[in-house]
């Protein structure tokens, strides 16, 4: 094999582009196209006839069923069904796509069964300018620069080019700032909740008594006043809790933690932090919390860290409490940041969060 | 011109007006006898320009009724559907809801839509998959590679931004989604998080900005691609598959009038067809069913777009532990490996992949008869194995209804599809190829031994041996008609004079690449070859299955 490949040295220099399979000396040549083969509609008029037939039946099935679906379009009211599909849908959709469909088979059978098939050969010219043409292209190209005058001006050259670069800043930099509004990434840190914020249910809003949390329950919990604030959206989209009741003897808590919780109520945010997904399954058998996106798994009765999943971190913990009365309470703000990790998350949770700051 | 009846008048004045002001002739002589080669895999392109052009037409429908604004409403009390009445919602939401309810046609041209979209990237995938695995990417055709590979990237935000439009909760899920990945870019993430919402997640501004980008830009890239795309092809001339009569140097096809006005023409109308008998019978994408976006709720099994899911796949099986504090600061290779390396890889090694394999054959010449898979079968391989990876991605995003569908444990699910990420591309390379090379084998066996007749013969001195029948020139063509390609050999590292050669250790570099590629290779039969299989007279089809071996390969020599 290895004389072989020395004999036969293949040149892929690129000098003939289009001489790929030429230059092997011991090959077969290639044997030309095969003798053309005629179809039936070639050779009798008959068959001719017959797909000709077919294919104005084409046309007109095309034209009855655009007809179809304007008149689907007038005839039927918006609320008429025909089983599960609405009857406009239905013939508007069938009208236009058998429509369409018969143009297409038509035009495609036509082209098939009665347009010529004898087979044609176009020369193929490689892509490359000849010698020539190259010499003359980079002539006009030296002519052009020479009657431009840039050759040996380097301090035009050079106010040409920060010109145009620095053009487009005048642009850019006004789009780009004003893409991110205040651009306030501070806002992250802080939620809704603080010192006697209610828990509420999500969605309507109804405050919740800790006798009503039975063991083995999940709540989905809103800050108490979220509905109707100015943001609510994005207050909601930081501020969503999941609340679950579990026996006391049960909860692993860590002892800084001690007093998170309330007779086995134990709070945590439900945005996942792993990418964001609100985390909404839960197994009461396992206590373990469920995120559907991505499946990270939480334990709610080991400080909801992490068990399987994308997440690295635990859900944030919520402290609560019972106010006077009797309504459960949030103690304090998240001690850190919710939901997914930013660059900067770690500093944000050392820093003391002003009311002023909040209220801004 | 002698014309006689009006029409034909009529006729020669439009293409007299016409030429006279921009040159119609010259544009009509060149163009309309053009030959075009005729295979259905060529098709799967036309699919995408014709969905494209389907999505176009439906989505200016849409346009008209959707209203691009986060501004909160309720639904009004008297109108469809009956569950939504009364609920709080964006503009966005409602306007969806009300097209699809009270715009006759508004549901049907929705769903066309969508279901255009899914074909549109199906049939982009498959048109790529088609261009890879046939070699039509080589030179002179990389940058049309590129500018294809632009399209799919194009299309897939096309998708995305489509997608989020209708501000329902599956979709409001998908941005929050993409939100924590933007979140996760080290240094500007937080910025850039906002830069996006215009504040905080998910603000007012997003589906306005979503609008703009999906009905101006994104369309506006794409459709002036699909001209360089187009333009490109015919500069090119269309490459044909092997056969009799087939060349470098020809095209073999049928003129573009009348036949591919025919066929082309008519393939949009089959499309455009098969898409509104999609629209009109297959619901997709219900909103009201999942209601308005809130951040609260989120639906279990849900599932983006397809063409979306490998990504979904990517962030279920990345394991959580890579995310670390450094003096700090966050870093999570939890969410950036899996959201961000993981497709740039994927994304960037199709990208480049013509360049590399015109380094490694060292080949300057331009490549119009496409290659049979089998015949290249380290690139069919490597296709395999990232078709491979995607798969078990796209599966991977799938698997809560994996686990649901058959009762399994989502946790071995994920744990199965972990170690497959890594495994099966590899087994799949390794399968892949020896495939090629059996298949190429095979391939020479018939050109050398002839069809089996199953007509058995007995010699005078009691032998027994089965009739062959040789294969025809034009049969025979097929299997023997492609150019086999070796490694590229380099040098010695010294001169004569003992002197060490510049760039030496590139030279190896790329000889190693290039041996990766071709030092496993079934050449085809060659003239002599075959001349010395028959010239062991009688008993030429049992000897030559034995000296064959010989010729198959010298990979094991070679290392």
Redesign the interface.
């Given at each position: 094999m290895s004389d072989h490949s020395k004999t036969d040295v293949v040149v892929h220099d690129g000098s003939d582009p289009l001489s790929v399979g030429e230059k092997d000396l011991d090959r077969f040549p290639n044997p030309g196209l095969p003798e053309h083969k005629h179809r039936l509609s070639d050779e009798s008029e008959a068959g001719a006839k017959r797909v000709e037939r077919q294919i104005v039946i084409l046309f007109v099935l095309s034209l009855l069923a655009s007809i179809g679906g304007v008149v689907g379009y007038f005839v039927f009211p918006l609320d008429a069904t025909l089983g599960s599909v609405r009857a406009s849908t239905l013939s508007i959709g069938l009208g236009l796509g058998v429509g369409m469909l018969g143009i297409g088979v038509a035009a495609v059978h036509w082209a098939k069964a009665l347009m010529s098939d004898v087979e044609q050969v176009d020369e193929r010219h490689a892509q490359r300018s000849d010698d020539a043409t190259r010499a003359d292209a980079i002539q006009a190209l030296k002519d052009g620069a020479d009657d431009s005058r840039i050759a040996r001006r380097p301090v035009l050259k050079g106010a040409l080019v920060s010109a145009v670069a620095v053009a487009p800043l005048a642009f850019v930099v006004p789009l780009v700032g004003n893409l991110g509004g205040d651009w306030n990434v501070r806002k992250f840190r802080y939620t809704m909740w603080g010192p006697g914020v209610r828990l509420a249910r999500d969605p309507d809003g109804g405050l919740i008594r800790p006798e009503q949390v039975t063991i083995g329950s999940v709540w989905h919990v809103i800050p108490d006043g979220l509905l109707g604030s100015e943001h609510m959206l994005e207050e909601k989209a930081k501020a969503v809790v999941l609340m679950v009741r579990m026996n006391p003897s049960e909860l692993t808590e860590a002892p800084e933690r001690a007093d998170w919780s309330w007779d086995g109520i134990v709070a945590y945010s439900k945005v996942c932090t792993h990418v964001g997904c609100p985390v909404a399954l839960y197994e009461q058998q396992t206590h373990h919390l469920l995120c559907p996106c991505h499946q990270s798994t939480f334990d709610v009765s080991d400080g909801a860290k992490v068990v399987f999943g994308p997440a690295k971190r635990a859900l944030p913990q919520l402290p609560i409490t019972v106010d006077d009365e009797g309504y459960l309470v949030a103690q304090s703000d998240f001690h850190e940041m919710v939901g997914p990790s930013t660059w900067e998350r770690e500093r944000y949770s050392d820093l003391p969060v002003s009311d002023e700051e909040k209220a801004h | 011109m002698s014309t006689t009846t009006p029409l034909a008048k009529a006729a020669g004045g439009t293409a007299d007006f016409f030429d006279t002001r921009v040159g119609a002739g010259k544009m009509v002589k060149e163009f309309a006898?053009?030959?075009f080669p005729d295979h259905w895999s060529f098709l799967l392109g036309e699919i995408a320009l014709y969905s494209f052009v389907v999505l176009l037409l439906t989505g200016t429908f849409l346009t008209m009724f959707f209203v691009p604004s986060m501004t909160?409403v309720h639904y009004p009390e008297d109108a469809?559907p009956v569950a939504m009445r009364g609920v709080e919602m964006s503009e966005a939401f409602a306007s969806t809801l009300n097209m699809s309810?009270?715009v006759?046609?508004g549901?049907?041209m929705r769903?066309?839509h969508h279901w255009a979209a899914l074909l549109f990237m199906a049939s982009i995938v498959t048109h790529m998959m088609r261009v890879f695995f046939t070699g039509a990417f080589r030179k002179?055709r990389e940058l049309n590679w590129v500018v294809g590979f632009t399209i799919l990237i194009l299309g897939l935000a096309a998708g995305f931004t489509g997608y989020s439009l209708p501000d329902d909760v599956l979709s409001g899920?998908g941005l929050?989604?993409t939100?924590?990945?933007v979140?996760?870019?080290?240094?500007?993430?937080?910025?850039m998080?906002?830069?996006?919402f215009?504040?905080?997640?998910?603000?007012t501004?997003i589906i306005p900005r979503l609008f703009t980008a999906h009905i101006l830009l994104v369309p506006a890239l794409i459709l002036a691609l699909i001209a360089v795309h187009l333009v490109l092809i015919v500069?090119?001339?269309h490459t044909q598959y092997p056969g009799?009569?087939?060349?470098?140097?020809?095209?073999?096809?049928?003129?573009l009038f009348?036949?591919?006005v025919?066929?082309a023409?008519?393939?949009?109308?089959?499309?455009?067809?098969?898409?509104?008998?999609m629209?009109?019978?297959l619901?997709i994408n219900s909103v009201w069913a999942y209601g308005p976006?809130?951040?609260?709720?989120?639906?279990?099994?849900?599932q983006p777009d397809w063409y979306m899911l490998f990504l979904?796949g990517s962030?279920?099986?990345?394991?959580?532990?890579?995310?670390f504090?450094i003096a700090?600061?966050?870093?999570?290779l939890?969410?950036l490996i899996?959201a961000v390396v993981v497709p740039g890889v994927l994304f960037t090694a199709l990208a480049v992949y013509p360049f590399l394999e015109a380094w490694a054959?060292?080949?300057?010449?331009?490549?119009?008869?496409l290659d049979r898979p089998r015949n290249v079968p380290t690139r069919t391989g490597v296709g395999v194995a990232i078709l491979t990876a995607f798969i078990i991605l796209v599966l991977a995003g799938s698997?809560?209804i994996l686990a649901t569908h058959f009762n399994l444990s989502?946790?071995s699910i994920?744990w199965v599809f972990r170690f497959l990420f890594f495994a099966g591309p590899v087994i799949a390379f390794i399968v892949t190829k020896r495939l090629c090379l059996a298949l190429q084998r095979r391939d020479r066996e018939l050109v050398l031994h002839g069809h089996e007749t199953g007509r058995v013969v007995r010699f005078a001195s009691g032998e027994y041996i089965e009739v062959h029948q040789p294969l025809t020139?034009?049969e025979?063509?097929l299997l023997?008609?492609?150019?086999p390609v070796?490694p590229l050999?380099i040098g010695p590292g010294e001169n004569e004079r003992g002197v060490a050669r510049p760039a030496y250790k590139k030279a190896v570099r790329r000889s190693k690449v290039s041996n990766f590629f071709f030092a496993d290779r079934v050449e085809p039969v060659?003239?002599?070859e075959l001349a010395a299989s028959h010239g062991h007279g009688e008993h030429d089809e049992i000897e030559s299955a034995e000296s064959n071996e010989g010729?198959l390969t010298?990979a094991s020599t070679r290392g």
């Open positions: - | 006898r053009k030959v909160e469809l309810f009270h006759r046609g549901l049907l769903q066309i002179p899920n929050r989604i939100d924590g990945v979140k996760s870019i080290p240094v500007i993430g937080s910025y998080s906002f830069m996006i215009g504040g905080e997640f998910p603000g501004e500069v090119h001339k009799p009569g087939r060349s470098n140097r020809n095209v073999v096809g049928y003129p009348p036949v591919y025919a066929k023409g008519g393939f949009f109308f089959v499309v455009f067809g098969v898409l509104a008998i629209g009109a019978t619901a976006y809130d951040p609260s709720p989120v639906g279990a099994g849900a979904e962030l279920r099986l990345m394991p959580g532990a890579p995310e504090v700090g600061y966050t870093l999570s939890n969410v899996p054959t060292g080949d300057k010449r331009e490549h119009h008869v698997n809560d989502i946790n994920t020139d034009h025979r063509w023997v008609g492609h150019e070796r050999e060659t003239p002599s010729l010298n």
